[in-house]
């Protein structure tokens, strides 16, 4: 009994911090988006950095500062993407019910909220094993037989 209240609970705190940190949260695909920016940013800046120190050795002149100051940038953009990270993991733990809109665990069974049974959301990975069936190759020899069979 205690230990199901107890998952009751830390579930909706998890909620209720994810939707205080993240404004906006459901929306996945904008802080995916936002990940990917700030990724480009990140290289982009590390080439600056990279022809900074190359430009200094190649003319012996010391521009430290400029690459310090550069390095400080790619840091702060490295603390956001992984600030951003942490919400999308959080955001793939979570999910909406279709029916009230309450903020669940991604892996639920039921709403914790109206009690719908939510479906549809642990089957997709299943179905991806299933593919990889080793029986299909055994199917295709069985049609090569099959062809063979006598006219009449
Ligand atoms: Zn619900």
Request: aromatic content about 4%; proline content about 2%.
């Given at each position: 009994?205690?230990?199901?209240?107890?998952?009751?609970?830390?579930?909706?705190?998890?909620?209720?911090?994810?939707?205080?940190?993240?404004?906006?949260?459901?929306?996945?695909?904008?802080?995916?988006?936002?990940?990917?920016?700030?990724?480009?940013?990140?290289?982009?800046?590390?080439?600056?950095?990279?022809?900074?120190?190359?430009?200094?050795?190649?003319?012996g002149?010391?521009?430290?500062?400029?690459?310090?100051a550069?390095?400080?940038?790619?840091?702060?953009l490295?603390?956001?993407?992984?600030?951003?990270?942490?919400?999308?993991?959080?955001?793939?733990?979570?999910?909406i019910?279709?029916?009230?809109?309450?903020?669940?665990?991604?892996?639920?069974?039921?709403?914790?909220?109206?009690?719908?049974?939510?479906?549809?959301?642990?089957?997709?990975?299943?179905?991806?094993?299933?593919?990889?069936?080793?029986?299909?190759?055994?199917?295709?020899?069985?049609n090569?037989?099959?062809?063979?069979?006598?006219?009449?």
């Amino acid at each position: 009994m205690g230990m199901f209240d107890d998952v009751v609970v830390n579930a909706k705190a998890a909620a209720n911090a994810f939707s205080k940190k993240a404004g906006n949260i459901y929306d996945i695909s904008k802080l995916k988006f936002n990940a990917n920016s700030i990724k480009g940013e990140i290289n982009k800046k590390c080439q600056e950095l990279g022809e900074m120190v190359y430009e200094s050795k190649l003319k012996g002149s010391s521009s430290q500062q400029l690459i310090d100051a550069k390095i400080d940038e790619i840091k702060a953009l490295k603390d956001d993407l992984t600030a951003i990270n942490e919400l999308l993991a959080t955001a793939k733990n979570l999910m909406i019910c279709p029916a009230c809109s309450a903020v669940i665990a991604k892996d639920s069974v039921f709403c914790n909220k109206c009690g719908i049974r939510i479906e549809g959301q642990a089957e997709s990975d299943k179905e991806d094993k299933a593919h990889n069936n080793p029986e299909n190759s055994q199917a295709d020899s069985d049609n090569a037989t099959v062809e063979k069979s006598p006219q009449e």
